[in-house]
């Protein structure tokens, strides 16, 4: 049995950059699971298995299809119980959908304002067109207006991550001694913009960036298979 992990990226196919789909590569490792990623580009995912999902990541385990991070790294869960636990119980689920709601609330919006215009101008041109559109209606702002921030935005990220530098004064990963699927949340978002804009956020010696370099170690190193843009 095959699986496949639909991913998300732009005109180079060796630089997937998904937050949501690199969370499930590290969960697919986590467990031990082998897996081909098929980057695909953000028009092309319409296509996808018959129009399954509108988004990625999109896993096809045997017959079976699973959209949306969080289900899939659930249903990853439930249908190898006996490889490594993604959450060590219902504990971590709870934790893990707190950890989601902050990145997604706080992180996510952050990591747009320094990356959104290098990841338009890593896409092919009909991807351009369509993320230019998008995005701008959502922002309210052009791409060069918030290029135009970019600096700015860089020097306030460090400080929204703080609940995560004062967790880590008492263990290494948010899942204690070894990291969970808390921990591959905000690893996606770091990782996200580390390949899109390569940003440097953190100073040296900050918990967060020692924390975020144990990630990119993880599953042999599989985080630094892509490198920083």
């Known amino acids: 049995m095959t699986r496949i992990l639909y991913t998300l990226s732009g ?10 789909a690199w969370k499930v590569v590290m969960a697919l490792a986590h467990k031990g699971l082998d897996f081909i990623e098929k980057p695909t580009a953000f028009t092309a995912i ?9 988004t990625v990541p999109i896993l096809r385990d045997g017959d079976r299809l699973v959209s949306d991070s969080f289900d899939i790294a659930l249903y990853l869960e439930e249908s190898y119980p006996d490889r490594p636990t993604l959450f060590g119980g219902e504990g971590g689920k709870a934790l893990s959908r ?3 709601r902050f990145s997604q609330s706080t992180i996510h919006p952050a990591v747009t304002a320094i990356a959104v215009s290098d990841i338009h101008d890593m896409l092919a041109d009909e991807d351009q067109r369509y993320f230019r559109s998008s995005r701008e209606a959502m922002l309210g702002r052009t791409l060069e207006e918030m290029r135009t921030g970019r600096e700015a935005a860089i ?8 609940p995560l530098r004062q967790m880590l004064k008492y263990q290494p990963f948010l899942g204690g001694k070894g990291p969970l699927f808390a921990d591959y949340i905000l690893f996606g978002a770091l990782q996200w913009m580390r390949i899109t804009a390569g ?4 100073e040296a010696g900050d ?23």
Do not use: M, Q, Y
């Open 155 to 162: 020097g306030a990220f460090a400080p929204k991550i703080e």
């Open 11 to 20: 005109s180079d196919h060796e630089r997937p950059f998904s937050p949501h």
């Open 98 to 100: 707190f950890v989601e």
């Open 199 to 202: 940003a440097d956020v953190f």
């Open 207 to 229: 918990p967060v960036s020692d924390w975020f370099e144990r990630c990119l170690d993880l599953h042999h190193g599989l985080g630094r298979r892509v490198t920083a843009a």
């Open 46 to 54: 319409p296509a996808l298995e018959n129009g399954f999902s509108k």
